[in-house]
């Protein structure tokens, strides 16, 4: 991961076929799993995915995704119907913790699949795109079209995203649906100013409705204000969790419904989950509880330009060491750690290859 797979093309559709290319034979062979299967939910997803494809050629506002799917999917030589089946099929794992420091915001995020992690994250795993002059990158699934599920930054700007468990019946009712990976890849595209919480619940809504969940993280600095939030999608519900001012304030989530939040009629209750399920996910949100409370003093300390590789270093360290049993497992690719500062964007990617480490594989400064 030390290197970045820079997107070829002058235009972002070039760049989008390049990397469906790049990707083709993974792509191709997600497809052929899909449509091989036999079972009901899968075949819904499908039906779904293409109806969210007939209402999204309806909106402007999805204009530029639709060109960078339909490149996408040329690229991998498959359908752009093909192409959203992949983008219905919700990855299932992750992680998230946004915590503010003395002079900024990190946001941590563990990129993880519970079906087969070494499957979806093979070959390059950082993708750049440049599109007028704008850079935005994103850790990749090869089966994924990059932006989707994903944790994405540019300048002034960090996207994470961990999808939920939810009651699905009457799923196939809806009438103008929605992916959350769709979503989660128009954020990635906004700007700093425009990744606002009023622009996104509006872009949703006028999107349509959202046939899965996400919980959207995002960190931003715009001007000198950096802010914090989260944003909790549950079908046609919606809650949004503002970061607080104070140093050592700090957000969590790992793909359940916060049980402090209202009642959400989409969520999944603790007794439709496999058993002990709803209590692991319960125990990963404790566990962040105590890594802040361990690490507070952390969060009185600034960053400088001098101490930023160090910091970053320090934090990946802890998770790899310290905090492993709980937070690194095998469906664990990926542990990322984005810091949206006073001084800078900094970003830091450490792959789940049970190497020890005592230099980061791979930091962006932006």
């Known amino acids: 991961m030390s290197t970045i797979y820079k997107a070829k093309g002058e ?107 070494s499957f979806r994250m093979t070959g390059e795993k950082i993708i750049s795109f440049s599109d007028n002059g704008e850079v935005s990158r994103c850790l990749v699934y090869n089966d994924l079209m990059p932006g989707a599920g994903l944790y994405g930054w540019e300048k002034d700007l960090i996207v994470a995203v961990d999808t939920l468990y939810l009651n699905e019946d009457n799923i196939e009712s809806i009438e103008n649906p929605i992916l959350a990976n769709v979503v989660a890849w128009m954020i990635w595209r906004m700007t700093p100013k425009e990744a606002n919480k009023e622009n996104i619940l509006k872009l949703i809504n006028n999107l349509g409705e959202l046939i899965d969940g996400y919980v959207i993280n995002i960190v931003r600095k715009v001007d000198e204000v950096i802010e914090g939030y989260k944003i909790t999608l549950v079908r046609a519900e919606s809650r949004v969790e503002c970061l607080g001012n104070m140093v050592g304030d700090y957000l969590r989530q790992s793909n359940i419904v916060d049980p402090s939040y209202r009642p959400m009629k989409w969520a999944l209750s603790p007794r439709r989950f496999w058993r002990g399920g709803y209590g692991h996910f319960i125990q990963r949100l404790q566990t962040m509880d105590e890594h802040v409370r361990l690490y507070a003093w952390l969060t009185k300390r600034g960053l400088t330009p001098q101490n930023t590789k160090k910091c970053h270093l320090l934090i990946q360290k802890t998770i790899y060491s310290e905090f492993g049993q709980t937070y690194i497992n095998e469906n664990v690719g990926a542990v990322c750690l984005g810091l949206i500062d006073k001084i800078g964007t900094s970003v830091s990617c450490k792959l789940n290859d049970q190497k020890p480490f005592n230099e980061l594989e791979y930091l962006d400064l932006v």
Do not use: P
Request: net charge positive; proline share 0%.
């Open 11 to 117: 235009t972002l559709t070039e760049q989008y076929f390049d990397v469906g290319a790049l990707f083709g034979e993974s792509i191709r062979n997600a497809v052929n799993v899909i449509s091989q299967s036999r079972s009901k939910k899968v075949k819904i997803r499908k039906k779904l995915a293409e109806k969210t494809l007939v209402n999204l050629r309806t909106k402007n506002v999805a204009s530029e995704f639709l060109a960078c799917i339909d490149a996408w999917a040329k690229g991998a030589q498959i359908t752009t119907a093909q192409a959203m089946w992949l983008m219905a099929d919700n990855l299932s794992g992750c992680q998230t913790l946004i915590v503010r420091y003395k002079t900024g915001i990190a946001l941590l995020h563990t990129e993880e699949d519970f079906e087969n992690i």
